[in-house]
């Protein structure tokens, strides 16, 4: 954008950009203060070393999913991260705001994860700020391709981010559900998704009871489901602890923007489900 825009610049800017101003907060950041950029993220880590103990343990988020409902889409995680085959953290935040009509969910390495959700806030702020609008769901969904293709290095050390995107396209009038690969190869998909240790498990179940076009009560309803059978299939993934008060996150995004569900609404959800599951356990033992 020429010099003569009537957004304000840092004169600092001018000097790194020449006649340009960037829209990228990440180029800014890496070109005036290279010190304070996430270099576990986004430069490479050295290798791990060994030593007495074994490898060096980083604490890894496991299980997120998103899925689309009537009126927009759900993201959600567990609230659990393993370091080795011991529990790391029981309350993690696994899914960020990107920002009004987006959000993210991060699983892999739990620090560079959330180094670039963000990192990933900032960068979109920072368009906003430059261009005078924001970027298309489409341009958002890009650009975070974009930040887990520099992740590269760290990614072939170990260092695997490997996120959800979702968000409501104002444009089109739906929800959409983004997945991606380590190189950043993005792909969307159209009715739901899930990854992480758990993520094979969460999908086998969303595949048996997901419906096209549900409502968000249902919606709540089969991530809390979806998440349940992840956490008893796989190791990584915290289930529903109600002894501590600890319960999946769950956000919904629609046009009128994002919000959190309710922890009431979470809990009531997964207590029905292992409610459910008590009865069927009950009468099966009955029968037999």
């Known amino acids: 954008m020429p010099l003569g825009n009537p957004y304000p610049m840092h004169e600092r800017w001018q000097g790194l950009f020449g006649n340009y101003l960037t829209t990228s907060f990440v180029d800014i950041l890496r070109a005036q203060s290279p010190e304070a950029f996430p270099p576990a993220a986004f ?22 999913l998103a899925l689309r409902y009537l009126d927009g889409v759900i993201v959600a995680g567990d609230r659990q991260a393993t370091e080795g085959y011991q529990v790391a953290h029981r309350r993690i935040e696994k899914v960020y705001k990107a920002d009004d009509h987006s959000a993210i969910a991060i699983a892999g390495a739990a620090g560079p994860s959330i180094e670039m959700a963000r990192l990933f806030q900032t960068e979109l702020e920072h368009y906003e700020k430059v261009e ?21 290095p760290a990614a072939m050390q170990g260092l695997v981010v490997v996120p959800i995107f979702a968000g409501f396209d104002l444009k089109r009038g739906e929800g959409r559900i983004f997945k991606y690969d380590i190189t950043g190869g993005r792909y969307e998909e159209t009715e739901y998704y899930a990854t992480g240790s758990g993520g094979k498990d969460a999908r086998t179940t969303l595949k048996k009871l997901y419906r096209s076009g549900c409502s968000r009560s249902d919606g709540v309803r089969m991530t809390a489901e979806a998440l349940v059978d992840a956490a008893e299939e796989d190791v990584g993934t915290g289930g529903p602890d109600p002894i501590h008060g600890i319960y999946p996150s769950m956000k919904v995004i629609t046009r009128t923007g994002f919000e959190e569900v309710p922890e009431a609404e979470v809990r009531s959800q997964c207590d029905a489900v292992l409610a459910a599951r008590r009865e069927a356990n009950s009468q099966g033992a009955k029968s037999g």
């Open 132 to 152: 005078g609008d924001g970027l298309s769901l489409e341009g958002k969904a890009n650009k975070l391709a974009q930040m887990i293709r520099m992740n590269l």
């Open 43 to 64: 430069q490479g880590w050295s290798a791990p070393s060994l030593d007495a103990q074994g490898p060096l343990l980083v604490p890894r988020g496991t299980t997120i």
